[in-house]
Every structure is written in C-alpha cells, then in structure tokens.
C-alpha cells in the first residue's frame, strides 16, 4: 500500500504538494493531510464519496500559511488503506474521525464539509463540541425525508451495483462529469480518479453507496436519525452555506431544508456550480470559505 501511495502522490504533485500522515484506526491505516502551523485556527475538511482530501486543496493552499489545515481520507478512499472487509459504515467513520481529532488535539476548528462530509463531520463535532467554533456546509445532508436520486439508488442494486461502481468504475468515473458544470481541467480529472483505478480500490465507493440511509431497513439509519436530532444544537454555532446551485443529487432542496434547520445561518448561494462546488466557483468560492472561516461573511 505505501507503495500505491508514493506512485499517486509523484503522480500529483503540482495539484496535491502535501505529505499525508497516518492513523490506525481499527486496523487500517487513515491517511491525513496536516500542515500549517499547530498553535492558530484550525480548518478541518472533510470529504464525502467519490472523492477524498483532494477536494480540499485549494481552500488548505489558502489557509495553511496561517492556520493548520487538517483533511482525512476516510477508510477506503484517497490515500487510505482499503481493506476489502472493514466496518464500513457512517457510525464507524464518525468514530475515526473523533479520533483523529482528539489523537492530534485539534482546537478552535472550523469545520468545513461536502457530501457523506456532513454527517461523518457533524458526527465528531457533537462528540467534541468544545473544540468547534465554525461550521461550513457545502452540498450535503444530515437529516431524513428527501430522497436520493435514481441514478444514485440504482448503484445499490446487488451485483449490478457491485459490477457498474467496481468494475466499470461507474461512480467516481461518472462523477468525475456529472458532479461539476464546466469541465474538470484534465489534471483536476486525474486527481479525483486516481486512487479508484480498479476493483479493490474502489471498494468503498460502493460500501458508501450501500450504506446511504434511505430507510429505517438500512443499518445507518438509526445513526443518521440521532445526528439529525442533535442539529438544533448548532444554533449557537456560526455556520455558513455554501451551495453548488445546480448539484443533481443535493439540489437547491436540500439547501432549503438546511436553512429551515439552521435559520441562524449564513448563506451564499452559486448559481453555475454544481456538486463539486469548489471546482465550479474555484476561487470565489473558496474565498467565501476563507472569508467566513477568518470570522466575515461569506
């Protein structure tokens, strides 16, 4: 495996110049990236599926001379290890991200959250809610009641599931199109698809499909109904949303239902972006995330 990573990373050096660290956490390793100096602000970014801490290089390039910026890769994506059988589930994620955040004694954090980011995130932060000052929400969910798309539920059908997300790479592959609205520049491509180039790579791309809480037959349902109870807690916390307008999973709805949760949130929206907000609205966006993380408006 170490291997693996130092080809990716020699691979993507001018886009992703970072040298992750390691975590055990139940017996695989999670890769992380921490830079930036360790007595400031901390940024701590996490991601969702298909994509890994790469999503979050340019917000870390921003902030690293001044804050430390932390980003896992969650077990089975990026530059983690990816065991073929492991715990695969959002209780399970939110626990090594907990820990992580108390093995490195992160404080004064804003977090910063995409995608599966959202309740893996939130879920450490209402474990460890005195070290979080700010909040960031980027295309996400942590509640109950809407529904995913058909071309997402469609992946959850067993065997053609495993055949189309493993094998044809049909998830990280389609998101590499699907989940912006102006093409990806080819370096920006290859990074996000370069740690699921085969069947074992991808094998937690296809557990995260899998384990989407849909209903209460679904084994992270009960841990999705609990953070979602948990939300009006974040009333005292500074949040902004920032949302990809145009994102075909996590639609201008899903923004709607987050403002009704958390009125006391500021909001700036991004009429061209789709999911990967940050590739659409690059800098703008990003400066709207420095912006509001160094305590102005977004």
């Known amino acids: 495996m170490e291997a693996e990573r130092t080809r990716l990373l020699a691979g993507l050096a001018d886009e992703y110049p970072f040298e992750p660290r390691g975590l055990d956490v139940g017996g695989a390793t999670l890769s992380y990236v921490d830079v930036g100096p360790r007595d400031g602000r901390t940024l701590l970014c996490v991601h969702g599926n298909p994509s890994w801490s790469f999503l979050w290089r340019a917000p870390i390039r921003a902030l690293s001379g001044t804050w430390r910026c932390v980003a896992p890769d969650h077990v089975g994506m990026g530059l983690s290890d990816k065991p073929e059988h492991y715990e695969y589930r959002l209780a399970r994620h ?21 995608d ?15 070290r979080f000052e700010r909040l960031v929400i980027t295309n996400t969910a942590c509640f109950t009641g809407l529904a995913a798309p058909w071309r997402i539920r469609i992946c959850r059908t067993p065997l053609f599931g495993a055949l189309a997300v493993r094998g044809f790479n049909a998830f ?7 989940a912006v609205e102006k093409p990806l520049t080819a370096a920006a491509k290859r990074g996000f698809l370069a740690p699921y180039h085969d069947w074992q790579s991808r094998v937690a791309v296809l557990r995260f499909v899998e384990d989407i809480p849909l209903g209460a037959r ?13 939300l009006p807690s974040l009333a005292s916390l500074p949040t902004a949303i920032l949302w990809g307008e145009r994102d075909f999973c996590f639609t201008p709805r899903f923004r709607e239902e987050w403002q009704q949760r958390l009125p006391h949130a500021e909001v700036r929206r991004f009429e061209h972006a789709g999911h990967y907000l940050l590739e659409d609205a690059g800098t703008t966006a990003v400066d709207a995330l420095v912006r509001f993380a160094e305590g102005g408006a977004p």
């Not at 990280?172 to 699907?178: C, D, E, I, N, Q």
């Open 172 to 178: 990280a592959g389609a998101a590499a199109s699907m």
């Open 218 to 230: 679904d084994a992270s349902w009960t841990t999705l109904v609990e953070l979602e109870r948990r």
């Open 116 to 130: 599966w980011g959202g309740p893996i995130g939130l879920g450490a932060l209402f474990e460890e809610r005195e």
């Open 94 to 114: 939110v626990a090594n991200l907990t820990k992580l955040v108390r093995e490195l004694d992160l404080r004064r954090i804003t977090l910063a959250v995409h």
